[in-house]
């Protein structure tokens, strides 16, 4: 089974920077990982998605530009970069281990559980105006 433990939330103000990281008890160079988040009230979106290697990425809309995903298979890590925090960013993110290769920015409600190898518990993330 799978574990995947997210770190690196906390409460900052808007404009500023975190960097939430993910330690996979497995080996995950040949998988495509992501990251969700969910806001209270809202369902659940990918934000964004790495695939084996490090230069097939995706991102909603709503934080190209801003946030950066990448891994380091060595340390069996993912990453999410995220800069120019906004209040609307605020949320719980997960990462995700995927059994599917996205390209492009997948829907979160078009999964279901047999889609991901496993997810954490999330690290909660509140960006104040």
């Known amino acids: 089974q799978v574990h995947l433990k997210e770190s690196g939330g906390g409460l900052v103000q808007a404009g500023d920077s975190l960097r939430l990281s993910c330690a996979i008890s497995h080996t995950v160079t040949t998988w495509s990982m992501g990251w969700f988040r969910q806001s209270p009230g809202k369902d659940r979106e990918f934000v964004a998605t790495?695939?084996?290697?490090?230069?097939?990425?995706h991102y909603a809309d709503s934080v190209r530009g801003r946030f950066t995903i990448s891994r380091d298979d060595a340390k069996n890590t993912v990453y999410l970069q995220m800069d120019s925090l906004k209040p609307e960013d605020t949320a719980v993110y997960y990462c995700a281990w995927l059994n599917f290769r996205p390209e492009r920015i997948p829907r979160y409600s078009d999964y279901g559980p047999t889609d991901f190898g496993g997810w954490g518990q999330g690290t909660a993330v509140t960006v104040s105006s």
């Open positions: 790495i695939n084996e290697g490090t230069e097939d990425t």
